[in-house]
């Protein structure tokens, strides 16, 4: 009997803990244009509880009690601090004004882009975390068939990573909680394995993995050219475009955004050479039916920071996009495919040695893939008090879509 009513208090309290939560929902706009904001980061001040917007502009953030204010920061815009009031949290509609660069300012373009990527590399240990951390993220991948949304898949996740003096060996992803969608139709089933998955935030931590980008024996293969300096927040960045220049094996390109004072690097926007598209094959495919034609497209990484009061950043966000063409020889015409990636780092849990590598079944390897591990799952509220990047309006439609096909 004592044990039932210990039982019945846990319950009562676990479900005042979630009628307690409070939800901080709202859109963000450019100030001037009207447009829609994705990707803008989405903190509650106080804690280390995050999201970003989706494509629509719209974020949901789920934190224990009301914060005062929550910031607001994007490339190219001033940083807002968003006062909140206790009962009045959700539907709010944001804007962000652009930070300009000031004409002064441009004089650092002169500067010498290769050298300052070799300091950024040289600042690494200051820049980063120096201690094991434990991190809270979600994850989401989908795959189109031209337009037509074909797979959607979705997790909450635990991500480990050691100091940011070693490498990626010892990181690890484990799945908390997930869920995948499929179209059930023969023909959009490939049975194509690609790179990515939830273990891509562990192999495209460029500051952490230098085998990704920067590895100092890869440098001499790109030419570096010195772009118009931004504000990321309130901050100037250098921007440095990296163009690899010789095709021995496919290497990624792009831009290196680097804090001006601490010379940390905060984005990374890289694209993959395709130009050799055999190579670049082999690059992105893990595996594919004998008899299926493959031909890349495009690959995009996109690669955010966030740095703390102490100076110290930390991935918190990132995006992979590959487009690329598949069907059998026997068909005329190749189909269209893109598949989308996101990961966001929504809390940070424990640091140091309370930090933990997740260990078990649901630890993911770095050639495995999240339908290796997750299954159909339909409820309404299979998120409950976990942080997500909410859905864009034509994903909802598609995950609606799928759902009535899954449950014939």
Excluded at 161 to 172: H, I, M, N, Q, V
Aim: glycine share 6%.
């Amino acid at each position: 009997m004592k044990r039932l009513l210990t039982i019945l208090i846990i319950l009562c309290l676990a479900a005042a803990a979630m009628t307690a939560q409070t939800i901080v929902s709202g859109v963000v706009t450019d100030r001037q244009s009207g447009r829609a904001l994705s990707r803008v980061s989405i903190t509650a001040e106080g804690t280390e509880v995050h999201t970003v917007t989706n494509d629509d502009g719209h974020f949901t953030l789920k934190v224990a009690r009301c914060p005062q204010y929550i910031l607001l920061s994007h490339i190219g815009y001033k940083t807002r601090r968003q006062p909140l009031e206790a009962g009045n949290t959700q539907g709010l509609r944001l804007t962000m004004a652009g930070n300009t660069v000031q004409l002064s300012e441009i004089i650092i373009s002169a500067d010498d882009p290769l050298d300052i990527v070799k300091a950024a590399m040289s600042r690494l240990r200051q820049n980063y975390a120096q201690e094991p951390e434990l991190m809270r993220c979600f994850y989401r991948e989908t795959a189109r068939k031209g337009s037509r949304f074909i797979a959607v898949a979705e997790a909450v996740t635990d991500m480990y990573k050691t100091d940011y003096s070693l490498g990626p060996e010892r990181d690890a992803v484990a799945i908390l909680k997930g869920r995948r969608l499929m179209s059930m139709k023969a023909k959009d089933t490939l049975g194509v394995k690609i790179q990515g998955g939830p273990v891509l935030p562990l192999m495209a931590d460029i500051a952490k993995n230098s085998e990704y980008v920067l590895n100092p024996d890869m440098l001499p293969y790109y030419s570096y050219a010195m772009e118009v300096p931004v504000k990321i927040g309130d901050c100037l960045h250098y921007v440095v475009r990296m163009t690899p220049h010789q095709m021995l094996f496919p290497l990624m390109g792009g831009l290196l955004y680097i804090h001006q004072q601490t010379l940390a690097i905060t984005r990374a926007e890289l694209q993959l050479d395709v130009s050799d598209w055999r190579r670049a094959s082999d690059y992105m495919l893990v595996h594919k039916p004998f008899g299926l034609r493959f031909r890349p497209k495009e690959l995009s990484v996109t690669i955010v920071y966030e740095t703390d009061s102490s100076g110290i950043s930390r991935m918190s966000y990132l995006r992979n996009e590959m487009r690329f063409y598949c069907d059998w020889k026997r068909r005329l015409f190749a189909s269209p495919y893109t598949t989308v990636s996101e990961m966001v780092v929504t809390d940070r849990l424990k640091r140091g040695r309370e930090a933990k590598r997740p260990r078990g079944r649901s630890t993911f390897g770095v050639r495995e893939r999240f339908y290796d591990k997750v299954e159909y799952f339909d409820d309404p509220d299979f998120w409950a008090n976990y942080n997500i990047i909410e859905p864009t309006e034509s994903l909802e439609h598609a995950i609606d879509k799928l759902k009535k096909r899954a449950r014939r």
